[in-house]
């Protein structure tokens, strides 16, 4: 009987999909993979990779990064997973561990279903500040 309770475990868990959120600024790369309901199952950042502050966002470190929440995501079932990535807001380009984290993620063995870029684009902002004819310097 007891043979017969982690087959069940082990069919409950096979095939689930996930969402990978990869923020990357050109201080850190932070990878957060959520089931599909939003509860967390790993989240890794470059940080808790690398001693050296200015090694947090090198492409090596998120590559280590990914592979490590990868890991923690098989463990909890998931095998594909959509793929988020965000920017710092107005930052002009990806952080430097962007593709990295992406390519590691696919190499570990999730299938990537699809890949987005969801940094957030200011539109004007509030009012600035300088009145009607604008700051007087």
């Given amino acids: 009987m007891a043979e017969q309770d982690q087959e069940e475990v082990r069919h ?9 959120n990869i ?4 201080n850190n790369t932070i990878i957060h993979i959520t089931d599909m309901l939003g509860n967390s199952v790993a989240r890794v950042s470059g940080g808790m990779i690398t001693k050296h502050d200015r090694l947090k966002a090198n492409p ?4 280590f990064s990914a592979k490590r929440a990868a890991e ?4 909890a079932g998931i095998t594909s997973v959509y793929v988020r990535i965000k920017a710092k807001t107005g930052a002009p380009s990806l952080g430097p561990g962007a593709h990295a984290a992406v390519k590691s993620l696919a190499r570990e063995g ?5 890949i987005v870029d969801v940094t957030a684009v200011p539109r004007g902002g509030p009012k600035q500040k300088g009145g009607k004819r604008g700051r007087r310097v």
């Fill in 60 to 63: 090596t470190v998120a590559m």
């Fill in 12 to 20: 409950e868990k096979k095939g689930l999909t996930g969402i990978a």
């Fill in 23 to 26: 923020y990357t600024s050109f």
């Fill in 72 to 75: 923690q995501a098989r463990d």
């Fill in 110 to 114: 999730l299938k990537i279903i699809n």
